[in-house]
């Protein structure tokens, strides 16, 4: 994580990584969508689904991406692990999701410190972004910097949405990531684009960390990388296999 990363974390609760997919990986990947997904939901305009690691190695291998190891191991730690994913789907019009996460009041799977110099997170989210998301087109939303804050949002921010002064609409290109905590105060801006809205969502636990009873299972019909295998192991700390080689944790050291 580069010292501007590393601030901008802290300082927002999120950053946008840009161009980590290339032309030819997005075509393939909506090819793949066009083909598999449900669409959204004729009454909201939206949809969240899961499933789709089962379509092709090529989701499978966005689970340890070269580009955001390095990336949530300073955020949460080695041995952190796949805790759920789901796609979100929208089209013009697409129903929005209120703000919530908060710093205040706390809440123990959702949290972020910062002690003896470095930084601890609770549930952090890896979005990937296949279509253009942004202020002009909607999507992902949030008030900066709420992962730190020590009093409750304001109902009439909440109720204002992205009305309100201080919520955002990072702007994020198809091929960009969103990491963010789950300690933000975040929600989902209307979307108002002509194109579809297409996200990837990947949340991640650490080591010791189950936000669900339900522990997500390997999907089928996909070959798993011994790493990959690590990311689907249930809970705990205790002896838990690190994720990187020698090589890559002299790469990815806090």
Known sequence: MTEKEKYLFDLRGYIVVEDVLSKDELEMLNGLIDKNHPGV????????????????QAFV?????????????FILGDGFRMDHYYAIYMEKGGTVNGLHGSNTPYDPPEYYHYREGRMYNGLTVVAWNLSDAGPEHGGFCCVAGSHKANYRLPKEFREAHTDA???????????????FTEALTH????WTADH?????????SPAQQSWSPKHIQPPEGVTLTPRQELLFEPPYFSSRKSLFSDEDASKADY
């Open 61 to 73: 291998d966005l689970i340890d991406h070269a580009r955001i190891m390095p990336l949530l191991k």
């Open 165 to 179: 002064e201080c919520v955002v609409v990072p702007k994020a290109k198809a091929g960009s990531l969103v990491i």
């Open 196 to 204: 579809e809205r297409r996200s990837l969502l990947f949340k991640y």
């Open 187 to 190: 929600g989902t801006a209307a």
């Open 41 to 56: 939901k004729e009454d909201t305009n939206k949809r969240h689904a899961g499933g789709f690691l089962s379509w092709d």
